[in-house]
């Protein structure tokens, strides 16, 4: 075993594991972040997709020694502003062995949203929502590259992340609404 | 129908308006004239319309699945499954190099009820017993429970079954072993093709289709003092894996408790089997007095879950020469895999939706659904009716292009109106709209135009593969385009009196605390159950959507609703929350004369306390089926659809690109736009995929392509755009009109890609998928015959 170090959604963190442990299992089981996600562990869907300095990977098929030292984006990481102690914290999720009736789905949950994950929401592109925590680091990705309202670049920036629910229609909506939005802010 | 210049003032064309606007996305492509106007609802914001309840939770990753959840002191299950199709379990050697007291293992004798996995017939075990006979390939024989997953990896290459093979039978045209069979009469058959100018016969044949929902399965049980059990997990039906559970257990139901976790899809693959892996995690449970997670890989939950039933569909037509169908002989094949499952139900719709939407006086239906020793085929979004879909409308075309009639026309000449009878001697009172959605899909399209168009180009390429090396090409084009027609009708909820004897429950809460809560078994699963039931009840009760909560779905805290299948969520089920608001409405209104419910219902739960309404399933007025003759009213209503797909064939290779499908649906009553529309184009893909790539190979009854690197299903890049038009017929009997609508954009999408591939490139594929080399071989086919002709 040997420490790790790395700058996750804006913390240092350090773990201790062997180096060859899989990056979405230290996220998820060591650091119990759960909000990436895994599809297949064999990189083909693209659910566990985080980025990796500016790159989108799957962490599925990354080991932590490969991040010692790197910066690590997560959808945990998303929201605007990500001050970890603000805003994801305030959404209210059922605790799962709740009897209570209200611990249900709230009908108006405060939360703070990125303009990708608000553009998501309005259009309808998370359906399940299994793919979508990679699906919206695939496609901040391509945002923080510059990319723009354009289909065709959209639909080859998430070829890597598989979604079984929307046809893909609306994600690409999604993106090119947020594209677009960046792009006349930019102007302004 | 309106005759809509070709390529009119918006330019060449594109269906529908992508959000890239003016991106073309297959420049290789001759341009179609097309244009579409855009469908009711415009794609884009929920502008009027709540946003997803849940979706907040999911876009922050906060959202809990079930293998997000932590149970201190949990330990990791997994499954010995037969590596044989038949054969004998002789026993379980566990490999002493092992160390056995570092986990538990469980087999059959550990089983404390019932070995049965509840669903309709007692056919499936939950483990194979010592000395009982393997069924199929993947099926569990016994488990493991360890406390780490390196331990449990290991314990698990150590235990192995001793298996003595048997012969499988894994063809199901040869199978003997009956799962369920019906026959459908209407008429007379041989009156019927004595009308007949032409009689034409097709056999189509589909394979395995994979629900490949993201999120693999996953539970954990946790023990309860007393013998109890609690489960989380991904699934679709809470009370079908709280009946299952109880039986297995051998505890009375009320000490079983079923919690639904965020569940990343389910297209059907959630229905049944999450009561199996329930069960093994609970017996696991049991024996290792602490909770146990069981969490599939993809590998295992492909190798091991239900699939989409492989069918064989003959059909047998006799038409007059100008278009009218006079006599249908049908022949329905389905293999079930292993145990029954869901199979009746399945073969039923099937068998009800395989004449199409297509007014007939003399039908014979065959329906029969056999055993092989393959994996046990279920639910999959559809269930029958697309591959019913897919043989019927192939047929169809193929039957319009022997007349030499267009496709659209043999439609419109033959489907369905008011006042029609089905072959169950179901009248059709009301909620037609097969001829809408036709006429809608035609004109967005410019159909006919573009066949016409896509005819000119084919015959130019006479003569194919005159270029040495390539089978297709003629000239420097490397693309052949077409377009192809499909029309659908999908009948909503149970079939047949399924409803009627689920006798289903959804309530209301007006607590003391003011808070109104609805109270339903109906997941979520991505569909939007979370944001449509409160709108509805919203709706109904004149208060904010967000003034209206949801009780987890949770068995001890919500009634049985029935499952949540058969598109009969929005329908079925918030038909019952639109009745329980009504009924609330009154007792609160009542007690405060002429004030409105939205005034009073803080002050009124303040004073009077909760109001609870359960709201029980009653028929719909007038619609009654027979079981014993399988006649009447199959379906309280129908929803109908077409689409429309324009593909790229590529001429040197064969391989398809579908560019673009029209999806036109009706759906009773449109409550949520931008769900409504999601649902079509997520089914709509689905379809696709099933037209052109997703495709099980088996070898000696075991799935060969086993993993999502060998598995494909489309993506962002393999989608075609989607253009949704929802279109409104509303159903009587239904209190705020809706229809099913989950399944109907799955049974069109196919048939409409495998006539678009015939439309570019004159060769009909009546297998699915319609890979580029059954296209090929097709073309090949086809030359022979041209040459033996000519010769």
């Known amino acids: 075993m040997s420490a790790f170090r790395f700058l996750l959604d804006g913390d240092p963190v350090e773990v201790d594991v ?50 010692d030292g790197h910066t690590v984006r997560t959808v945990e ?109 930019d102007r302004s | 129908m309106s005759s809509e210049p070709a390529g009119g003032a918006e330019g060449p064309a594109t269906f529908g308006s992508g959000a ?47 293998d997000d959840l932590v149970f201190e002191g949990a330990w990791s299950g997994a499954t010995v499954r037969s590596t044989e199709a038949h054969a004998r ?31 309709i017939h007692d056919d499936q075990p939950i483990l194979v017993p010592l000395d009982g006979e393997v069924q199929h390939h993947a099926e569990p024989l016994a488990l493991i429970a360890a406390p780490d997953k390196p331990t449990l990896a290991a314990a698990l290459e150590h235990a192995r079954p001793r298996l003595a093979q048997l012969a499988p039978v894994l063809d199901p045209e040869v199978a003997t072993r009956t799962l369920a069979e019906y026959e459908l009469v209407k008429g007379d058959i041989a009156t019927g093709f004595s009308m007949a100018d032409l009689v034409l016969e097709g056999t189509y044949r589909t394979g395995h289709q994979e629900q490949l929902y993201i999120e693999p399965m996953a539970m954990i049980a946790v023990p309860e003092a007393g013998g ?4 989380h997990g991904s699934l679709q039906c809470p009370y079908y894996v709280h009946d299952a559970l109880a039986r297995g257990l051998g505890v009375p139901k009320h000490q079983v408790r079923v919690v639904q976790a965020e569940t990343g899809g389910g297209f059907g693959g959630k229905e049944e089997y999450p009561s199996m892996l329930a069960l093994h995690a609970s017996i696991l449970a049991r024996k290792a007095a602490r909770p146990i997670r069981m969490v599939y890989d993809r590998h295992e939950d492909i190798a091991a879950t239900t699939k989409r039933h492989p069918s064989i569909v003959r059909h047998r037509t006799g038409v007059t020469r100008d278009g009218r169908i006079v006599a249908q002989d049908i022949d329905v094949l389905l293999d079930g895999g292993a145990y029954s499952t869901l199979t009746p139900v399945v073969l039923s719709r099937a068998t009800l939706h395989a004449g199409g939407p297509y007014a007939c006086d003399h039908v014979r239906i065959r329906g029969r659904a056999v055993a092989t020793n393959t994996p046990p085929n279920g639910a999959f979004r559809g269930f029958g009716a697309p591959q019913a879909h897919f043989a019927i409308e192939t047929h169809l075309s ?107 429950v959804a309530s209301l809460e007006l607590g003391a605390d003011g808070r109104i809560v609805v109270l339903s078994a109906s997941t979520e699963m991505g569909q939007g159950t979370k944001t449509i039931f409160p709108q509805l009840v919203a709706a109904e009760l004149g208060v904010p959507d967000d003034a209206v909560d949801l009780a987890p779905v949770d068995t001890a805290l919500v009634p049985d609703s029935g499952p949540t299948v058969a598109s009969r969520t929005t329908m079925v089920v918030g038909g019952l929350l639109v009745l329980a608001a009504r009924r609330l409405r009154e007792a609160v209104e009542g007690r405060h004369g002429g004030l409105s419910f939205a005034e009073v219902y803080r002050e009124d739960a303040a004073a009077n306390g909760a109001t609870r309404i359960d709201q029980r399933f009653e028929p719909y007025p007038g619609i009654h089926f027979d079981d014993a003759t399988y006649t009447g009213d199959a379906y309280p209503a129908y929803g109908w659809a077409s689409a429309v797909a324009v593909v790229d064939v590529d001429l040197d290779t064969a391989e398809v690109t579908v560019r673009d499908v029209v999806a036109v649906d009706d759906v009773g009553k449109v409550v949520h736009p931008v769900l409504a529309e999601g ?67 799955m049974d069109v999408g196919a048939p409409a890609v495998v006539a678009a591939i015939a439309d570019a490139v004159g060769v009909w594929v009546t297998e699915l998928p319609a890979t580029p080399e059954r296209i090929l071989a097709g073309l090949a086919a086809r030359d022979a015959s041209d040459e033996r002709t000519a010769g």
């Not at chain 1, 998370?126 to 496609?139: D, K, S, V």
């Not at chain 2, 794609?43 to 009027?48: F, I, L």
Request: charge should be negative; proline fraction near 7%; glycine fraction near 12%.
């Open chain 2, 679 to 745: 649902q079509v184009e997520g089914g709509t893909l689905q379809a696709v995929g099933y037209a052109t790539i997703e495709e099980i190979k088996l070898d000696g009854g075991r799935y060969l392509n086993d993993r999502l690197a060998t598995y494909l299903i489309p993506t962002a890049i393999d989608a075609p755009r989607i253009t949704t038009v929802l279109v409104e017929d509303p159903f009587s009997g239904s209190p705020h009109g809706a229809k099913g609508l989950g399944e109907l954009p």
């Open chain 2, 20 to 66: 890239g606007a003016g991106t073309t996305r297959t420049p290789t492509a001759a341009p179609i004239p097309l244009t579409v106007r855009p469908g009711i609802p415009t794609r884009g914001r929920a502008t009027g319309h709540p946003l997803r309840r849940e979706g907040p939770a999911k876009l922050t990753g906060e959202a809990l699945y079930a």
């Open chain 2, 89 to 119: 379990f002789e026993a379980l050697d566990l490999d002493q190099a092992f160390d056995w007291s570092r986990v538990v293992v469980a087999t059959a004798a550990d089983i404390p009820g019932d070995n049965i996995v509840s669903l």
């Open chain 2, 398 to 504: 193929r039957i319009a292009e022997a007349l030499g009639i267009s496709p659209a026309e043999l439609r419109r000449r033959n489907a369905y109106r008011i006042g029609d009878t089905t072959p169950t001697g179901q009248v059709l009172r009301e909620s037609v709209a097969a001829q809408a959605v036709l006429d809608e899909a035609v004109e967005r399209t410019s159909f006919d135009t573009v066949r016409e168009w896509a005819a000119r180009e084919r015959s130019g390429r006479a003569g194919s593969g005159a270029l040495p090396g390539s089978p297709l090409r003629t000239g420097a084009a490397r693309h052949a385009t077409g377009i192809g027609l499909a029309l659908g009708w999908h009948g909503a909820g149970f079939t047949g009196s399924g409803e009627e004897r689920l006798a289903s």
């Open chain 2, 228 to 231: 109890g059990m609690t489960v």
């Open chain 1, 18 to 67: 062997p180096g060859m442990r899989r990056l979405l299992d230290v996220l998820r089981e060591d650091l119990g972040r759960t909000g990436t996600k895994e599809g297949c562990g064999e990189g083909e869907c693209g659910a566990c997709t985080v980025i990796l300095d500016s790159q989108p990977v799957v962490s599925c098929l990354v080991p932590v020694c490969q991040v």
């Open chain 1, 77 to 185: 990481g998303l929201v605007a502003g990500s001050d970890p102690a603000a805003p994801g914290a305030e959404v209210g999720v059922a605790p799962p062995t709740d009897l209570d009736t209200s611990a249900g789905t709230p009908a108006s949950a405060p939360v703070s949203l990125s303009p990708l994950q608000q553009a998501f929401l309005e259009t309808g592109a998370a359906q399940c929502g299994i793919c979508t925590p990679g699906m919206l680091m695939a496609a901040q990705a391509y945002l923080d590259d510059g990319g723009g309202p354009d289909e065709t670049a959209i639909r080859a920036a998430i070829a890597g992340n598989l979604c079984r629910c929307t046809g893909y229609t609306k994600i690409v909506d999604a993106i090119a609404y947020a594209a677009a939005a960046r792009q006349i802010e």
